[in-house]
Every structure is written in structure tokens, then in C-alpha cells.
């Protein structure tokens, strides 16, 4: 797996392990040990559910620990002026002459809906690196490809997106 993660995006993947393991864990155990109690389990959908609340809760924390553990730290090392991690950057289009803002975050924040491509798509590929001013040429497969022009590039930080993605 072997996401890209900065030292904040683990601290937030282990501040949701810690909140699912002390505060969710520990009350669904109780909603199963009540819906055990009333009687026949066969016909009993609280039970059911709640078991599935249970593996539902086990599995993500199992999946942010594997995240955890394989993940490569990566640090913001980009000079104020380029594009890198958690740097906004507003691009224009040359051929449409229509302009677009982009940050650059890390996987686990990503989100293409809201603007939040990772240095791994073909946008952020072709970005990284560059300063305001710079034409970049973006490539997404043989058929699709474009120029962009860097209009401005600002550092924002980790502050702005600090949600996690969830699966």
C-alpha cells in the first residue's frame, strides 16, 4: 500500500484509531451484550447490527494501523516560491483560457471534488516543482493532454484540509 503521508496526517490517522479503540469500541460492546440479552438470537436485528457495527469499527481501525505502519513520511520541502506539498496553486488553462485552484495534499486527504489532488495525479505531476509563471504540460494518458500556466502559488498548510479520507 505505502501511502505518502506527512508526520500530522499520521497523527490524525492515530487520533481516530485511539477515538474508535477508547470511545466507539467500548460502546458497541455494550449494544451487542444488550441485544444478547434479550433472548433468541436467531430473530434479533439489534444483535445483528450491532455485530455488524462492531466488524465494521474492528476493520477500520485494523486498516488505519496497516496504513500507519506501511506508510512513507514525507515532509514538506518545497521552497516558498514552487509548488509542493500543501501549497495552493492557481493554474490557467491555455486553451480555454478558464483559471482553476488546486492544493497539493497527501493521499489520505485527497479529493478532486474540492480541488485536492495529490503530487501523484497528472495535474500535481506535471505542477511539483514549478513557480509562478511556468507553463507545465499536463499529461493524462496518449489521448488526453494540455499546457497550464502557473498564475500564483501560496503555502497554506495541513490546517485547511485536516480531514481524513474515509473508505
Known amino acids: 500500500m505505502h501511502d505518502k503521508l506527512t508526520q500530522s496526517d499520521i497523527d490524525k490517522l492515530q487520533e481516530e484509531i485511539d477515538h474508535r479503540k477508547l470511545v466507539v469500541r467500548p ?3 455494550k449494544e451487542v451484550q444488550e441485544a444478547r440479552a434479550q433472548g433468541d438470537l436467531s430473530e434479533n436485528f439489534e444483535y445483528y447490527a450491532a455485530r455488524k ?5 474492528d476493520s477500520r481501525i485494523r486498516y488505519l494501523e496497516q496504513m500507519i505502519r506501511t506508510a512513507i513520511l ?15 496553486v ?5 486553451d480555454e483560457d478558464d483559471t482553476e485552484e488546486y492544493k497539493i ?3 489520505v486527504r485527497a479529493s478532486s471534488l474540492r480541488g485536492l489532488i495529490t503530487p501523484e495525479s497528472p495535474v500535481g505531476r506535471a505542477l511539483m516543482g514549478h513557480k509562478a509563471g511556468d507553463t ?6 496518449d489521448q488526453v493532454e ?3 500556466v502557473i498564475v500564483k502559488v501560496e503555502n497554506v498548510g495541513e490546517e485547511e484540509t485536516d480531514t481524513i479520507r474515509s473508505f
Do not use: M, P, W
Open 90 to 94: 492557481t493554474v490557467r488553462f491555455e
Open 146 to 148: 494540455y499546457d497550464v
Open 27 to 29: 460502546q458497541i460492546l
Open 53 to 57: 457495527a462492531k466488524g465494521e469499527n
Open 105 to 107: 495534499v497527501t493521499s
Open 74 to 88: 514525507v515532509e514538506e520541502n518545497s521552497k516558498a516560491d514552487e509548488v509542493g506539498l500543501n501549497k495552493r
Open 136 to 141: 507545465c504540460h499536463v499529461k493524462v494518458n
